[in-house]
């Protein structure tokens, strides 16, 4: 059976011993917007429904798609360049040990000249500073790859508390669309409707007879939750009692709560 609430003012009405109070979800829970932004989507038609990640507050988020999909290609363009530069790098590898090993054969040749001997060991070290230029480019790319990845994700953060998902009984949003919200502005609500609560203002001589409530001419199983006293305009003494009862039918209606002698 689906759970409606109902709107109505908040009441306490004390009548001799017979309370009339609206009976309201156990707690609510205040969803506030995480980033500024304007409202694109606002699920109103939702209210009074059991969610499970569902988006029920949207924010303008074009920019941050354009932004997330062009890092997307930057990065896949970096990743093929970095594979390439690998490949590159056992290619010079191997270029520069055959020009080592050919520079070191004939060093120690006296058949050999000098010029000889010294144009193999410039091909020996320009081959050897390709490699190392090789292994720096790699390493450049593997930074600028790290700092994508790191965009990537805080765009994606981004997108994420643009998309507001509610899991749980959604009670109330809001705002609508087109309205403008700064972080900390409260977007919608949900329920803890597992159990009700109603709060009631009792005289000194109705706080002792707790354990005789009667809801609706009948019985329930009533839990005290807290007793605070206060004190109205007129400086009478009174106790704020809040109770905790089964979960009804309907929230937000006005029940008869009755306190027997």
């Not at 988020?61 to 790098?89: A, C, F, G, Q, V």
């Not at 058949?111 to 144009?119: D, Q, T």
């Not at 060991?121 to 990845?149: D, P």
């Not at 109205?232 to 009692?241: A, F, G, I, N, Q």
Request: glycine residues 4%.
């Amino acid at each position: 059976m689906q759970i409606i609430f109902l709107v109505g003012l908040v009441v306490s009405i004390l009548s001799g011993r017979v309370h009339i109070v609206k009976i309201e979800p156990y707690e609510m829970f205040e969803i506030k917007a995480p980033v500024a932004g304007r409202v694109e989507e606002s699920k109103t038609e939702l209210e009074g429904k059991r969610l499970k990640g569902v988006v029920v507050v949207k924010l303008e988020d074009r920019l941050d798609r354009l932004k997330l999909s062009s890092l997307k290609k930057r990065l896949l363009s970096l990743e093929k360049r970095l594979k390439i530069t690998s490949e590159k790098i056992k290619t010079a590898q191997r270029v520069m040990e055959i020009k080592r090993d050919n520079f070191y054969r004939i060093k120690p040749l006296r058949s050999k000249s000098l010029v000889e001997k010294e144009r193999k060991e410039v091909e020996f070290l320009n081959a050897k500073t390709s490699l190392l230029n090789l292994k720096e480019l790699y390493q450049n790319l593997k930074s600028q790859i790290a700092t994508l990845e790191y965009e990537i994700q805080t765009t994606k953060d981004r997108l994420e508390k643009k998309n507001l998902k509610a899991t749980g009984y959604l009670y109330r949003v809001k705002v609508k669309k087109g309205d403008f919200v700064t972080a900390g502005k409260p977007l919608y609500t949900l329920a803890d409707i597992s159990k009700g609560k109603i709060t009631l203002y009792l005289e000194p001589k109705e706080i002792n007879r707790l354990d005789s409530i009667l809801i609706e001419g009948k019985k329930e199983k009533v839990k005290i939750e807290s007793v605070d006293i206060i004190s109205d305009p007129t400086y009478l003494t009174l106790y704020r009692v809040k109770l905790t009862l089964p979960a009804p039918n309907y929230f937000g209606k006005l029940i008869k709560v009755e306190i027997k002698e």
